[in-house]
Nanobody, 121 residues
Framework: QVQLVESGGGLVQPGGSLRLSCAAS????????MAWYRQAPGKQRELVAS???????SYLESVKGRFTISGDNAKNTVSLQMDSLKPEDTAVYFC???????????????WGQGTQVTVSS
């Protein structure tokens, strides 16, 4: 059984900052990459940022320079530092992890349940 639990969402004013964290726990053998997605009301879920186990990162164009993803392989955690937040960043943020639960297994994707981020004055 694998669980991903997000924390750190909330209400913040435009221009403010929030830090999201996600911890993966359970029968984890190896994590290949972790990522943050978001879904605003009436919109499709979109990839915000991702990080591989080797530390390579990628970002949605609209968050480049404002958001920073980081990971801790030893703790199976991933964080998203969000600065200069805008109202259009308002969404439910989900983390996911591509991982195996035993040696020679095919990686599977696991999702957290999401955390609400609201940017409003």
């Amino acid at each position: 059984q694998v669980q991903l639990v997000e924390s750190g969402g909330g209400l913040v004013q435009p221009g403010g900052s929030l830090r999201l964290s996600c911890a993966a726990s359970g029968s984890i053998f190896s994590i290949y990459h972790m990522a943050w997605y978001r879904q605003a009301p009436g919109k499709q879920r979109e990839l915000v940022a991702s990080i591989t186990s080797g530390g390579s990162t990628s970002y949605l164009e609209s968050v480049k320079g404002r958001f920073t993803i980081s990971g801790d392989n030893a703790k199976n955690t991933v964080s998203l530092q969000m600065d200069s937040l805008k109202p259009e960043d308002t969404a439910v943020y989900f983390c996911n992890a591509d991982l195996t639960t035993m040696p020679a297994d095919t990686p599977s994707l696991y999702w957290g349940q999401g955390t609400q981020v609201t940017v409003s004055s």
